[in-house]
């Protein structure tokens, strides 16, 4: 294998994690999800889902975002009583952000529509090529550069 794939999948990679491949993206999900789910917010939902009952600062790394970023999004989803606030067991000063059952449920919705879209964009793939790419992605995220 040579270098060339290597800039392949870089560059790949690179229209994937831009900032407004992601929010586009955002926007297509969270439309019509009431409005404390957003572009803003979904970065969020994804977090808590993924990692579980997190403080801001140690989701802010994760959102792309500072501490002060993710208390104002979590405080419009907090207010709309998809998120709330918990005493963090470890820091008595310190608050953990927990998904509620109504988070739960918006986060639910957000995957199937986020897997339906996947789906979509494959639809025309020959048969057993989206599985062989799926198996192939989650190995390149386990045993890649990123692991």
């Not at 790394?61 to 709309?80: I, K, Q, W």
């Amino acid at each position: 294998m040579d270098n060339e794939v290597g800039h392949e999948i870089a560059d790949a990679l690179g229209i994937l994690l831009r900032r407004t491949t992601r929010t586009q993206l955002h926007q297509q999900l969270t439309e019509g999800m009431g409005e404390a789910v957003d572009e803003l917010t979904y970065p969020v939902l994804s977090a808590l889902a993924r990692t579980g009952p997190r403080s801001a600062a140690d989701l802010a790394p994760d959102v792309g975002v500072d501490r002060s970023g993710v208390t104002r999004r979590a405080s419009r989803l907090e207010a709309a009583g998809i998120v709330r606030r918990e005493p963090d067991p470890a820091d008595r000063r310190a608050h953990l952000l927990v998904l509620t059952e109504e988070g739960q449920r918006a986060v639910a919705e957000l995957r199937s529509r986020l897997a339906a879209h996947i789906m979509a964009s494959l639809s025309s793939w020959p048969a057993g090529e989206a599985e062989a790419f799926a198996r192939r992605l989650r190995r390149f995220t386990v045993d890649g550069p990123f692991g």
